[in-house]
RNA sequence: GCCCCCAUCGUCUAGAGGCCUAGGAUAUCGCCCUUUCAAGGCGGCGACACGGGUUCGAAUCCCGUUGGGGGCACCA
């Protein structure tokens, strides 16, 4: 927490913040994280959460990618006042409906002498540039057009020539204010006069964004590291507009464990994709929150409720911040935990469904929710329980090879089969204390003979299930019942002998 | 190359000049528990990047170095 300790989100008042993604791809997990940032800080301090889509670039832009990013924001819990779906009084929120309003405020700058026509083609731009690059000298717009003689401008205006729209930046020194790094001071000469409209007539981004900013009376601006130096441009945007600057909050970026801005090469990087690979929406929630954040003191669990009451901008840290799968892991963990076996059960069905475990499925609900529990301090995400659940629809008296060694191995195999089914047979009853009581009475029952009690339980498991792995006994009683268990034990003893033993 | 940001265990972090022999979590290792796999409990390993200042005293403040990251598009 070095970068500086400012106001608790809840000391801001009434803040208008917003997220603002562009339909290039599906919600990426940084992008993710400043959602939540801004959000936090919206509904932490009686704010407003805007949700604005930056689909300026044709190109890239698609409504595929819209649908996921608002699906992987609502999925997460993040809701917005105002947005495209919802509407809202600084309206539209695509920037694609937004572009005559961009033009009228180029046309003023421009009358205003803020802004120049440039004619360069992005031909001429990039053969500049390179020769600049050879020669060892930065390269930054030489100002061609702006010290154009009148003759040629009114030339190439008259011809009707394509041009762009470029800001021409005063000189001095642009602070930025940012509520975590303090002021960042950058001297204009480091900044060239960038487009501001592009040669087909539209916005580019720096105005874009600037101009949103303003009509939507943001009044906080929370983003990635990344638009750090975007910022001078924007305040630069604000001030020859005559607009009140908002202040910004540039958190760090998201990191792969090697250090380098977290990308696909890194794995899975979009939100959706931890979604289907069976992550709960409160643990990614909770881990990117906890990344870059903390509470100031040792607690880590956290529901969103929760995050709004805590969360605040003093204990968000400057430094870089990378994912850590394992303890993504460790946290969804923490929260399945919290969840009912009925809850868990919801969640499971569908990658059950999925993988086609047809047989789990047509389980009555109850047997599936006592398989689902069963499992579950061996799940990780989801998915987990798909495998391990299998064990419950496996034919009677079949046996895998590691359990037929085993069994094999087993001394006094009779005798402990004789005591099992002896145990069995004495209650009818399958609930939780029940089932507990037989694994007593047959751990005494080893004792009794001077055995230690895997001299019984281990051969239970192997006739029952046919496997050497496998969930606790007592789910294995109350599944099945101990008749069940009994007809099962039977039904091994059956292929034992089939199989010449 | 130029500009900007950042710098505590492998990772996320606590730390607001004396509470620091630097705390927690995760990962890892070991032990315990134990019918299997886990989970759980207990314990171990493990960090203030370096160099100068300021100060009675620095992880904390200042400067420099180094390292990492970001930006320098008619992408956002």
């Known amino acids: 927490m070095r970068g500086g300790r400012m106001s608790p989100a809840r000391e801001i008042s009434k803040p208008r913040v917003r997220f603002a993604p562009s339909p ?48 992987s924001l609502h999925w997460m819990g993040i809701d917005w006042d105002e947005g495209p779906d919802v509407g809202g009084d600084h309206g539209p929120y695509r920037q694609s409906e937004r572009m005559g309003m961009y033009g009228e405020y180029a046309r003023q700058l421009l009358g205003q002498g803020k802004a120049y026509r440039c004619y360069c083609t992005s031909e001429e731009l990039d053969a500049r540039k390179k020769a600049a690059i050879a020669d060892g000298r ?42 975590l790094r303090g002021d960042v001071n950058v001297d204009a000469s ?24 303003m009509t939507m009376e943001v009044t906080h601006v929370i983003r990635g590291d990344d638009h750090l130096t975007n910022a001078v441009r924007h305040v630069l945007l ?6 009140r600057t908002p202040k910004f909050l540039h958190h760090s970026l998201l990191m792969g464990p090697d250090g380098s801005k977290l990308s696909k090469r890194h794995g899975s990087t979009s939100v959706s994709d931890y979604r289907e690979k069976g992550y709960l929406h409160e643990a990614l929630a909770n881990y990117l929150a ?5 509470p100031g003191d040792d607690r880590e669990i956290f529901l969103l409720p929760e995050l709004v009451k805590e969360f605040s901008i003093a204990g ?32 499971v069905v569908p990658f059950l469904e999925r993988e086609g475990r047809d047989a789990q499925l047509a389980l009555p609900r109850e047997k599936l929710e006592l398989a689902v529990e069963s499992v579950r301090n061996g799940m990780e995400v ?62 005494e029952g080893a004792k009794g003979k001077g ?38 034990i039977d039904a091994t003893r059956a292929t034992m002998e089939a199989s010449g033993v």
């Open 24 to 71: 290039t791809g599906r919600l990426h997990l940084g992008s993710a994280r400043t959602a939540l940032f801004n959000w936090l800080v919206a509904r932490g301090s009686d704010g407003t959460m805007i949700l604005r889509l930056e689909d300026t670039d044709k190109e890239r832009s698609s409504p595929e990618f819209e649908h996921d990013i608002l699906g």
């Open 138 to 179: 930065a390269w930054r717009y030489d100002r061609r057009c702006l010290e154009l003689p009148e003759n040629e401008r009114g030339r190439l205006e008259s011809e009707g020539v394509p041009y762009t729209v470029r800001f021409k930046v005063p000189a001095g020194t642009v602070t930025v204010e940012d509520m």
């Open 190 to 213: 480091e900044i060239d006069d960038f487009i501001i409209v592009r040669s087909d007539g539209s916005a580019g981004f720096h105005l874009a964004v600037v101009i949103d900013d």
């Open 238 to 243: 604000f001030e020859a507009l005559g607009a």
């Open 290 to 294: 906890l990344l870059s954040w903390s």
């Open 316 to 347: 968000v840290s400057a430094s870089k911040a990378i994912f850590d799968f394992d303890k993504l892991n460790w946290l969804n963990r923490k929260h399945m935990r919290r969840l009912s076996a009925s809850e868990l059960t919801d969640l």
């Open 382 to 443: 989801l998915g987990d329980a798909v495998e391990p659940t299998d064990v419950f629809v496996r034919p009677a008296g079949e046996l895998d090879d590691k359990a037929r060694a085993e069994l094999r191995k087993s001394a006094e195999l009779d005798d402990a089969l004789a005591m099992c089914a002896e145990v069995l047979g004495a209650g009818p009853s399958a609930d939780m204390e029940s089932a507990e009581r037989m694994v007593a009475a047959l751990r």
């Open 451 to 488: 055995w230690g009690a895997k001299k019984v339980l281990w051969p239970f498991r192997l006739a029952v299930t046919g496997l050497t792995v496998g969930p606790d006994l007592v789910y294995l009683i109350i599944f099945w019942g101990p008749a069940g268990c009994a007809e099962r």
